[in-house]
C-alpha cells in the first residue's frame, strides 16, 4: 500500500484529547491518526454505496434475535 505524508493542525484541547486516546489504546498518535481517517473515509464510503443484500446475513441475524444461534431456513 502507497502511503503518502499529510500534516494535520488540530486545536490544543482537540490535539490533547486525541493524544490521551491514542495512549488508552497503547498507541502512536500518528498510527490512531491514520486508523481514525480510515474509518471515516471506509464509513462514508459505506454510507453513500449500499451493499448488495445478503440472505444469509439476515437469516444469522434473525437467529441471533431469536436467542436459538442457529439459522433457520
Do not use: C, F, N
Not at 36 to 60: F, G, H, K, N, Y
Request: no cysteine.
Amino acid at each position: 500500500m502507497a502511503y503518502e505524508k499529510m500534516t494535520i493542525t488540530l486545536p490544543d484541547h482537540l490535539a490533547t484529547a486525541v493524544r490521551a486516546s491514542a495512549e488508552a489504546a497503547g498507541m502512536q498518535i500518528s498510527p490512531y491518526i491514520a486508523r481514525a481517517l480510515r474509518s471515516a473515509v471506509l464509513s462514508q464510503q459505506l454510507a453513500t454505496t449500499p451493499l448488495p443484500a445478503d440472505a444469509e446475513w439476515a437469516e444469522v441475524a434473525e437467529a441471533e434475535e431469536s436467542g436459538t444461534g442457529e439459522a433457520t431456513a
